[in-house]
């Protein structure tokens, strides 16, 4: 079989996943993508457009949820199976990376290379501290969230296995570590809220990295009941579904009829468990979800799964705000209608980042994912 035919093959490939995983990757990818894509339409259409996105979701927050869920089953499991030692911890540590850092290393190369804003480049790009404590840079502007990603999976494990090293109970050691990623960033958001100049930034807390922690624990904590309680995360699927629609249901109410949204201490310190909870909720009826009747969609849905990190590093800094841009100034680009100007680009976004994310896939990705599983145990 050639290299072309067996990657079609790979991509399009349903076996061993869980479908309902992949529905939510693809949810919170398109959130991602048509939001950044608005920029992209006309002023008299965006409220048309906004439909697209209707329901009271945030992307990024979307994947802080489900990578906590896989990444703490991930961690539980490795506990269960093995002495959790070092020699484990670091295991862990290094599938993360080998997942991460080769599509990340590549998209920062490439954009130095062509000079996407790469005048606001600097080395806190190598290690994801771009933002850590401070305003992220105005440069490969989407990793703020990966960098939230990247340092919650280095400390929660770290501090996971420092307490069972001196607790030795794991119910014990994961509350105590559970609380810690959740009561420090809300005690530094408490605290940035009524003193301003506490780190100086300009925007809403939302892309600094040590505020953003407690995003992941909704994940961590679906893990838990997931894996230790698994009878009741079955039986109360469908009471966890109509939980989460009721959330969902509040939330637009909330945001219609009330102002809760526009005040500052709500923004700046508990906006983030409203975007979380929802996604907590419906876990377990995601987990479940096996697959669907339309097989092409299904398929569809697996594809954009698979693509949607490639897609998530691409689609802003190097296509949207770079490659487009470019062409929006270009003369012969200039003269045409505007209303065209807007549907050419529109089709070049989604085309340019599918593209582009494939190449990352079928030739970066997936070859060192492959790798990665001959020299690394996975529990």
């Known amino acids: 079989m050639s290299f072309i035919a067996s990657s079609k093959k790979d991509l399009l490939s349903t076996e061993k996943r869980i479908f309902g995983y992949d529905v939510i990757r693809f949810i919170a990818i398109f959130y991602v993508f048509w939001g950044h894509g608005a920029i992209l339409i006309p002023n008299e259409l965006k409220e048309i457009y906004s439909w697209g996105t209707f329901l009271p979701l945030e992307g990024v927050s979307i994947f802080f949820v489900l990578s906590g869920f896989l990444i703490g089953n991930i961690l539980l499991r490795t506990i269960q ?199 907590f909720f419906f876990l377990p009826f995601f987990s479940s979800l096996k697959s669907i009747k339309f097989k092409k969609l299904e398929k569809f849905i697996v594809v954009m799964s698979k693509l949607s990190y490639s897609i998530y590093l691409v689609h802003g800094s190097l296509v949207l705000w770079f490659i487009l841009r470019n062409l929006e100034s270009n003369n012969t680009f200039i003269e045409i209608r505007f209303e065209f100007q807007r549907v050419i680009l529109f089709i070049l976004y989604i085309v340019l980042s599918i593209i582009f994310s494939l190449f990352l896939y079928v030739f970066l990705e997936k070859p060192i994912m492959n790798y990665r599983d001959k020299i690394t145990k996975h529990y």
Do not use: C
């Open 81 to 279: 199976k093995t002495n959790f030692n070092l020699k484990e911890l670091s295991n862990f540590w290094f599938r993360r990376w080998y997942r991460t850092l080769p599509n990340y290393y590549v998209v920062l190369f490439i954009l130095l290379l062509t000079g996407a804003k790469s005048e606001n480049f600097d080395l806190r790009f190598l290690i994801f501290t771009q933002s850590f404590s401070g305003d992220h840079p105005d440069f490969f502007n989407p990793t703020w969230s990966l960098a939230v990603e990247e340092w919650f999976y280095t400390l929660f494990p770290l501090i996971l296995f420092l307490s069972l090293l001196g607790i030795r109970k794991l119910k014990t050691s994961l509350f105590l570590s559970i609380s810690i990623f959740i009561l420090v960033p809300l005690a530094l958001r408490f605290f940035n809220h009524f003193n301003p100049d506490f780190l100086e930034i300009s925007s809403t807390p939302r892309k600094i990295t040590i505020f953003r922690f407690d995003s992941m624990m909704f994940g961590i904590l679906a893990a838990y009941i997931y894996s230790k309680h698994k009878e009741f995360w079955i039986e109360k699927a469908k009471f966890f579904t109509i939980a989460g629609i009721a959330s969902l249901v509040v939330i637009i109410f909330v945001k219609k009829y009330s102002n809760l949204y526009q005040t500052e201490i709500f923004e700046n310190v508990f906006v983030y468990y409203f975007e979380s909870i929802p996604i």
